[in-house]
T-cell receptor, first 115, second 111 residues
Framework: DVKVTQSSRYLVKRTGEKVFLECVQDMDHENMFWYRQDPGLGLRLIYFSYDVKMKEKGDIPEGYSVSREKKERFSLILESASTNQTSMYLC??????????????FGPGTRLTVT | QKEVEQNSGPLSVPEGAIASLNCTYSDRGSQSFFWYRQYSGKSPELIMSIYSNGDKEDGRFTAQLNKASQYVSLLIRDSQPSDSATYLCAVNVNNFNKFYFGSGTKLNVKP
């Protein structure tokens, strides 16, 4: 079974703090993703990575950065946390399957509250 | 126009009934189709994948795909209260980064 783990289930930070969210997958997947999910807005893609040290902006990258130094690990960084970054953060990984499609598997999520 | 459209619900069905969840998509290049189940406060869990027109059955779940109509559905037979969750439809255009999610349909199964 694919396993994606995230460093924290719940996190409370203060405005202006630098926040690190860690994600690790154990299936040797090439692609990793960071989403945030908010009520009424659905899943929104922040950043993704298709290889070590490679990253691409998603739909809402402002205020975030990422790091992928190893294939299994993808980190999301909030440079200076703000209250509007209070959200559920979801990490996912994917790899091409036999049918040519890409299935995404999610970690358990991190509920971040910025006060 | 959104890439993937779902009725937000809630869809309420009695225990033991068939729940029918529907999804339409806009990109005719879409090749892979998925259903995720998400319990409140939890992350999405992949429950069904379908790649060709027709039906695909897995236990109480049946996914149906009609590419000509750009329509995907999920049927849940013998619905149980434990099936109460939000169901997300997702499509992939066979490119790792072209993966689009619907906003989800909330299903309530009443005992």
């Amino acid at each position: 079974d694919v396993k994606v783990t995230q460093s924290s289930r719940y996190l409370v930070k203060r405005t202006g703090e630098k926040v690190f969210l860690e994600c690790v997958q154990d299936m040797d997947h090439e692609n990793m993703f960071w989403y945030r999910q908010d009520p009424g807005l659905g899943l929104r893609l922040i950043y993704f990575s298709y290889d070590v040290k490679m990253k691409e902006k998603g739909d809402i990258p402002e205020g975030y950065s990422v790091s992928r130094e190893k294939k299994e690990r993808f980190s999301l960084i909030l440079e200076s946390a703000s209250t509007n970054q209070t959200s559920m953060y979801l990490c996912a990984s994917s790899s091409q399957n036999q049918q040519g499609g890409y299935e995404q598997y999610f970690g358990p999520g991190t509920r971040l509250t910025v006060t | 126009q959104k890439e993937v459209e779902q009725n937000s619900g809630p869809l309420s069905v009695p225990e033991g009934a068939i729940a029918s969840l529907n999804c339409t998509y806009s990109d005719r290049g879409s090749q892979s189709f998925f259903w995720y189940r998400q319990y409140s406060g939890k992350s999405p869990e992949l429950i069904m994948s379908i790649y060709s027109n027709g039906d695909k059955e897995d236990g109480r779940f049946t996914a149906q795909l009609n590419k000509a109509s750009q329509y995907v559905s999920l049927l849940i037979r013998d619905s149980q209260p434990s099936d109460s969750a939000t169901y997300l439809c997702a499509v992939n255009v066979n490119n790792f980064n072209k993966f689009y999610f619907g906003s989800g349909t909330k299903l309530n199964v009443k005992p």
